[in-house]
């Protein structure tokens, strides 16, 4: 029972990061300002908390001009900084504003949305960014919201 009980604190979790996310988030997004809901996307239309995680970022080329209009990304989530393989991985069709700027839903590509094991460790996890055509951009530290905090200690 507590294995359940620290998976629905865990996808608690990652929609309270998602609603913080979200509220930190610019109004453009990969589906042209519409939410998931209004795109019908398969996650969207599944019972319960939505497995996917609300995520920003800019794009530019190897200028630093920004990147405009829709563009190929690989999204992976990595279990270490400087790890090789991701434990996490998936590739989207972003759109970025005049400022390079987008939104994305990970997880929102697959049926299944963002597996809940991969957050169950309790350890920390990085994000990395590859637009195509380009190497990686530095990974980045994915934190959680005060409340997720407290969930972790809700099997107590």
Known sequence: MKAGCRSFWT???????SLFVSAQATPTNSTGGQSAAQTNSP?????????????????KDADGH????PV???????????????VWLESQSVTADESGRYNVLLG????????????SSGEARWIGVQA???AE???TLLV????????ADSDT
């Not at 959680?144 to 969930?151: E, I």
């Open 66 to 69: 920004p990147r405009i209009g």
């Open 11 to 17: 996808i608690s979790s990652l929609f309270l990061l």
């Open 144 to 151: 959680s919201v005060p409340y997720a905090l407290k969930a």
């Open 43 to 59: 996650v969207a239309l599944q019972e319960g908390i939505p497995r996917v995680v609300k995520s920003s970022g800019v794009l």
């Open 137 to 139: 951009q530095a990974r």
């Open 132 to 134: 195509e055509g380009q």
């Open 108 to 119: 929102s590509s697959k049926a299944e949305g963002l597996p809940a094991s991969i957050f």
């Open 72 to 86: 190929g990304v690989i999204f992976a989530i990595y279990d270490k900084e400087d790890a090789v393989a991701p």
